[in-house]
């Protein structure tokens, strides 16, 4: 059973360029959060979908954007990057729009440079 | 505002021994609280979680503590083993929103 995967997992981009993220949830669930940790921080919540749409943000600017598509997988994407964009980005999947146990991939680590 | 807080950056144990990882919260809305491990180049992995309405829960090795007044809640690991060695986050929740997670604490456990 394959559980949550990214890609790519790494990256490096310059500044104002545009980047986007992918992940596909573990089998069975329909829901999918990102977070983005920068170095020495926890995760911090960026948003979440659930049946096609986010259901959910944290503190990020418009820059930061997603979808979700009808097999479940999602994009982070990422607009007019800033070197502080720099950071493990971070995507779980669970079921039914839960937030509680999320399983997480092992992240997409993103240089801006 | 950071919501969640684990004021311990690391901590050094021996094999065998008992790890004591603490974390302190403001917010006392919240309902829910979970604890992940990280190794490196990995994603966190859940390990343990317990309600509000319990102050303790055991799994195997792990037990987590919710003091509620206190606004404290710990995880402690009996017997440590090197296998432990890892980041540890505490994350928070309330009404099933987002979890809030701490800063981490990285636990090195030494034969």
């Known amino acids: 059973d394959a559980g949550v995967t990214q890609s790519p997992t790494h990256l490096i981009k310059t500044r104002g360029q545009q980047v986007t993220l992918r992940c596909s949830p573990k089998?069975?669930?329909?829901?999918v959060s990102w977070y983005q940790q920068a170095l020495g921080q926890g995760p911090q919540f960026i948003f979440q979908?659930?049946?096609?749409?986010?259901?959910q943000r944290g503190n990020f600017p418009d820059r930061f954007s997603g979808h979700q598509f009808p097999n479940y997988s999602s994009e982070l994407n990422v607009n007019a990057l800033l070197l502080g964009d720099s950071a493990l980005y971070l995507c779980?999947?669970?079921?039914?729009?839960?937030?509680?146990?999320?399983?997480f991939g092992s992240g997409t680590q993103l240089s801006v440079l | 505002d950071q919501q969640v807080k684990q004021n311990s950056p690391s901590l050094s144990v021996q094999e065998g021994r008992i790890s004591i990882l603490n974390c302190d919260y403001t917010?006392?809305?919240?309902?829910?609280f979970l604890w992940y491990k990280k190794y490196p180049a990995e994603g966190p992995t859940f390990l343990i979680s317990?309600?509000?309405?319990?102050d303790k829960n055991e799994d195997g090795r792990f037990t987590v503590f919710l003091n509620k007044s206190a606004k404290h809640l710990s995880l402690h690991i009996v017997p440590s083993q090197p296998g432990d060695s890892a980041v540890y986050f505490c994350a928070a929740t309330y009404n099933t929103d987002k979890l809030i997670f701490g800063t981490g604490t990285r636990l090195q456990v030494f034969p």
């Open positions: 317990i309600s509000s309405i319990k």
């Open positions: 779980a999947s669970s079921p039914g729009g839960w937030n509680e146990k999320l399983f």
């Open positions: 979908y659930y049946e096609e749409e986010e259901r």
């Open positions: 917010n006392s809305m919240f309902d829910y």
């Open positions: 089998s069975g669930h329909d829901t």
